[in-house]
């Protein structure tokens, strides 16, 4: 068979070779236009003449942004819940949810961005949200074995965002 130094040989050449003719890709001359195939029927008129477009470069000088648009991508909500009764009371707030048409809600828990037990002094409490955050669902579970009361939140683009309930 073969030595070491013959396989050692073999492989570097082979790796010449291969770098030397590109990996591959076709082959062929990349300036050289496609051949293409054209037709022309006896109907046809004339063609309509070329218009010459120019591009613009924009600068940065050339954005106009409102003098109230701090450019933040964030923005606060204040979360309030009162508690009214004494029963124990666990709060979702999530994201991630679709209202369905039977007026129940399909949340994924996985993504929630507060779980708490509420105290008998409720919960007040401000969460930073990304601008996109338009709406959320708080899910409150009794701990009587019934399923969860859910409260929707809307976007209001106010400049203080306040979201308040009882429970």
Not at 92 to 103: I, T
């Amino acid at each position: 068979m073969f030595t070491f130094n013959q396989k050692t040989l073999i492989v570097l050449l082979a790796s010449a070779l291969l770098t030397a003719c590109g990996g591959g890709g076709g082959g062929g001359d990349s300036s050289a236009p496609a051949a293409t195939q054209s037709t022309q029927t006896a109907t046809e008129t004339e063609a309509a003449p070329e218009t010459e477009t120019t591009l613009e470069t924009a600068s940065i000088d050339d954005i106009i942004i409102a003098e109230d648009n701090d450019l933040s991508s964030t923005f606060d909500l204040q979360l309030q819940v009162s508690k009214l009764d004494e029963q124990r009371v666990y709060l979702s707030v999530c994201e991630n949810y679709q209202a369905l048409d039977n007026g129940e809600y399909d949340v994924d828990y996985n993504g929630c961005i507060v779980r708490t037990s509420l105290t008998d002094s409720g919960l007040d409490m401000s969460l930073t949200l990304a601008n996109h955050s338009d709406q959320l669902v708080a899910a409150i579970w009794y701990f009587d074995g019934n399923p969860p009361i859910y409260i929707e939140w809307q976007k209001t683009n106010v400049m203080e965002e306040q979201w308040s309930f009882e429970i």
